[in-house]
Nanobody, 123 residues
Framework: QVQLVESGGGLVQAGGSLRLSCAASGRTFSGSAMGWFRQTPGKEREFVAAINWSGRVTRYADSVKGRFTISRDNAKNTMYLQMNSLKPADTAVYYC????????????????WGQGTQVTVSE
C-alpha cells in the first residue's frame, strides 16, 4: 500500500521558519515528480512547489518564490519543503503528492496524496 506521510507542521510566528517532510512508502518515487500543495477552508487546493524526478528541476508558486525551497532525497524516498520568512497568508494545510510521471505541476497530474499537515503562522 502506497503511503505519503507529512510531518513538520506547526505554529510559528511571522518571519519564522518550518521544514516539512514527506516520507513515502509502498513504492519508490525516484522516477516521479513530487509536489507540495496547500489548502485553506473554502478554497481550492493550490500549487506551492514541484520537483522533478532527479531533483534538478523545480518550480514554485509566485507567492512563495524566494522564501520556500523544495528538495528530495531519493535514497530515503523523502521530499522536503523548507519554508522561510513565513507570513500569515501561508497558513494552510499542506499536502505532499507524488505523480506517476517525471514532471507535473497540476493537482490532477498527481496520483498519490498525503493526509496533510497544518501550518499556522501568527502575526
Amino acid at each position: 500500500q502506497v503511503q505519503l506521510v507529512e510531518s513538520g507542521g506547526g505554529l510559528v510566528q511571522a518571519g519564522g521558519s518550518l521544514r516539512l517532510s514527506c516520507a513515502a512508502s509502498g513504492r519508490t518515487f525516484s522516477g516521479s515528480a513530487m509536489g507540495w500543495f496547500r489548502q485553506t477552508p473554502g478554497k481550492e487546493r493550490e500549487f506551492v512547489a514541484a520537483i522533478n524526478w532527479s531533483g534538478r528541476v523545480t518550480r514554485y508558486a509566485d507567492s512563495v518564490k524566494g522564501r520556500f525551497t523544495i528538495s528530495r532525497d531519493n535514497a530515503k524516498n523523502t521530499m522536503y519543503l523548507q519554508m522561510n520568512s513565513l507570513k500569515p497568508a501561508d497558513t494552510a494545510v499542506y499536502y505532499c503528492a507524488a505523480a506517476s510521471v517525471a514532471w507535473a505541476t497540476a493537482p490532477n497530474d498527481y496520483d498519490y496524496w498525503g493526509q496533510g499537515t497544518q501550518v499556522t503562522v501568527s502575526e
